[in-house]
C-alpha cells in the first residue's frame, strides 16, 4: 500500500483534513437488529413488508434474496434454510454451527430457474430477542461463479445480527476457521517482554479475509464505485480483526499502563500511544505485489512482513480498545495510511470532526506528531470510517 520512508525532511505541521463520507450499501433493520453491508451496487429490485427483500446488481450478474420468518413455521435454523431453497428447486448441501453463540446454517446450493442453472450460497441465523430467523442468499448464473464466488461470501459474512457482531469475525469465516487454541507470542514494547495471547487459527483465519475482500476489491478497479469498495475493503479487515486482537490488546495495556502512568503520569496514553507506535516502526517491512499487498494485523504482530496500512490498521484497533481515540487515514495520492490518535501533543495533527488527532508515521522511525513534508496537502487525505 504504502511506499516506504528511507530518508524524508520532516516537520511540524498541521492538516485541516476535508471529511467526507460516501454512503455504501449497507442494509439495515432496526426492527429485527440485522444488518448487510453488501458489496457496492446492489439495489433493492422488490419487497414485501419488512420481512421480505430480493435484490440485485446493478452491473454484476448477482442476485440475493432476504427473509425474516416471524411465525413460528420453523423450528431451527437448517429446517429453514433447507425449505427455502427447496421451494425454489435447489439442491443444497447445509452445515450447522454456531455463531455468537446463536444457532446458524451456511448451505451451498445449485438450482435452474428459467432455463438458467445458477449457483451460490445460503445462510440462516436465528435472531436475538426470539424476533425470529433470518434466511439469506445469494446466487449467480453457474458460468459465472468462479467470477463472483468470493463477492457472495464476502456478502454473507459481512452479515451482523446484533452490535457486538460488529466487531467479530462474520459467519462464513468463524465456520470455515474455527479457533484451535491459544498460543503465546512475545513482543517487545518500550524496553518490555510483553507475552501476548493468540489462536492458532488467527493469521491463516485474517491472511483469508484479506484475500477474499481483496477479490471483492479487484472487480471495483477503475469504476464510480472503485472508492467505497476500498473503504469497505478496510472495514471487513478491521472487523475481523478487531475481535481476534481484544485479549492481546489487554495484555499490552496491563504492562504498558503500569509503566506509562509512572513515566508520564500527567498523559499516561501519550506514552502508551508513542511507545506502540515505536513498535510498529520496527516490525519487518514488506511489500507483496502478487497479492492483496496488504497484511492482516494479527499477522503483523506476530512479525509477519507489512506495510503502512496493516500497522496503521493495527495501532488503530490497539488503541481504541484501550480507550484511546484513533482513526484510520488513507491517501490514495501519496499510496499511503497513517494512523491519527486522539492524545495531547505537539506536531502533525487532522482535524476530524471536531477532535484533533496526532499523527503516527509506522514506516519511519520518527516520533509521534512527525511528518513528511511532502505529504502536507489536505486534500489528499481522507478518514475510512470504522465501528466503535
Not at 31 to 45: H, L
Not at 276 to 289: A, G, I, K, S
Not at 312 to 329: D, K, S, V
Amino acid at each position: 500500500m504504502c511506499k516506504q520512508i528511507k530518508f524524508v525532511v520532516l516537520v511540524v505541521l498541521s492538516i485541516l483534513i476535508f471529511s467526507f463520507s460516501l454512503h455504501g450499501e449497507v442494509f439495515t433493520s432496526d426492527q429485527y437488529g440485522y444488518s448487510i453491508d453488501f458489496p457496492e451496487g446492489f439495489t433493492i429490485a422488490n419487497a414485501s413488508g419488512e420481512e421480505s427483500y430480493f435484490f440485485a446488481h446493478q452491473s454484476f450478474p448477482l442476485s440475493a434474496v432476504l427473509r425474516i420468518y416471524t411465525d413460528g413455521r420453523y423450528t431451527d435454523v437448517k429446517t429453514a434454510s433447507d425449505d427455502s431453497l427447496k421451494k425454489l428447486g435447489a439442491s443444497s448441501d447445509t452445515n450447522t454451527f454456531q455463531w455468537r453463540n446463536t444457532a446458524c446454517a451456511l448451505s451451498y446450493f445449485t438450482m435452474t430457474m428459467d432455463n438458467t442453472k445458477y449457483e451460490g450460497w445460503g445462510f440462516s441465523s436465528s435472531l436475538p430477542s426470539g424476533k425470529g430467523i433470518l434466511f439469506f442468499m445469494m446466487y449467480t448464473p453457474q458460468e459465472n461463479y468462479a467470477v463472483y464466488n468470493k463477492c457472495i461470501v464476502s456478502s454473507i459474512d459481512s452479515i451482523c445480527i446484533d452490535r457486538g457482531s460488529f466487531f467479530e469475525s462474520g459467519p462464513v469465516t468463524s465456520f470455515a476457521y474455527p479457533p484451535e487454541g491459544k498460543k503465546t507470542v512475545e513482543l517487545l514494547v518500550a524496553g518490555l517482554t510483553i507475552p501476548v495471547t493468540v489462536d492458532i487459527i488467527d493469521s491463516e483465519a485474517g491472511e483469508f479475509v484479506v484475500e477474499r475482500e481483496f477479490n471483492v476489491l479487484t472487480l471495483y478497479a477503475g469504476t464510480e464505485l472503485q472508492e467505497r469498495a476500498r473503504q469497505r475493503y478496510y472495514q471487513q479487515i478491521y472487523r475481523d480483526a478487531y475481535g481476534r486482537l481484544k485479549k492481546t490488546s489487554f495484555e499490552i495495556s496491563a504492562v504498558i499502563g503500569s509503566k506509562a502512568l509512572e513515566t508520564n503520569p500527567s498523559s499516561p496514553d501519550y506514552y502508551t500511544a508513542a511507545s506502540l507506535l515505536n513498535w510498529t516502526q520496527n516490525l519487518p517491512y514488506e511489500r507483496n505485489f502478487s497479492k492483496s499487498d496488504f497484511t492482516h494485523p494479527v499477522s503483523a504482530l506476530q512479525g509477519k512482513g507489512s506495510d503502512c496500512d496493516s500497522r496503521a490498521m493495527l495501532l488503530t484497533i490497539l488503541y481504541r480498545q484501550m480507550n484511546i481515540g484513533a482513526e484510520f487515514f488513507l491517501s490514495t495520492e501519496y499510496s499511503h495510511s497513517v494512523v491519527g490518535v486522539d492524545v495531547p501533543g505537539k506536531g502533525a495533527a487532522i482535524d476530524y470532526e471536531g477532535t484533533m488527532y496526532l499523527l503516527g508515521e509506522t514506516t519511519a522511525k520518527v516520533d509521534l506528531g512527525l511528518m513528511a513534508q511532502d505529504m502536507s496537502d489536505s486534500s489528499k487525505w481522507f478518514v475510512i470510517p470504522l465501528a466503535e
